[in-house]
């Protein structure tokens, strides 16, 4: 069965600090990668996703992915982070099947201060 | 606009009062799933849906039912609420088969049930 960790349950930084959260998946072939975001009272935007190809991918906002299969990860960095990144972010995983069903990380919630 | 659309958006009820959470995508997709989404716990799915009446049990069903009449709605009924369903609910759709699409969900904006 496939899963995902997220080992941070909050990450505190300051606003301008450079982000990095974790995000290690569990799947018996290739998988489906996913970073979402969920920013105050509103539902999960897709940040970015990996299906194939580069492990490094760009994301809206300015975030950026990179695969890594030897280590089962997916984590997720900004450079730079503003003050708006305050936010809820989950890590999902899918099969690259037909008939796939993500499964969610628990999530990671990001501080920022100012 | 393509969205994913969840009514009520807030609901206060007492407990053993049935309601129904609606839910309604305007993108043609197959696939359509419910979440609830409680601290520390993150995002656990309650139901899903492949098609047009073929639903199935996700990993919290308990106490919930779902009907897929058509391919656009799915509806979250809740018989007999109880205190423990209060919750945060979301509703979410995608393709399903048609990589590289496949996969990405997209999520209505939440219902924040509170059951007394």
Redesign the interface.
Known sequence: AQSVTQPD?HITVSEGASLELRCNYSYGATP?L?W?VQSP??????LL?Y??GDTLVQGIKGFEAEFKRSQSSFNLRKPSVHWSDAAEY?C?V???G?????T????TSLIVHP | EAQVTQNPRYLITVTGKKLTVTCSQNMNHEYMSWYRQDPGLGLRQIYYSMNVEVTDKGDVPEGYKVSRKEKRNFPLILESPSPNQTSLYFCASSLLGQPPVTGELFFGEGSRLTVL
């Open positions: 349950i489906y996913f979402y009272g509103q539902g999960l935007q897709l996703k299906f194939s989950f999902a899918g099969g690259s037909g008939s796939y069903i993500p969610f990380g628990r999530g």
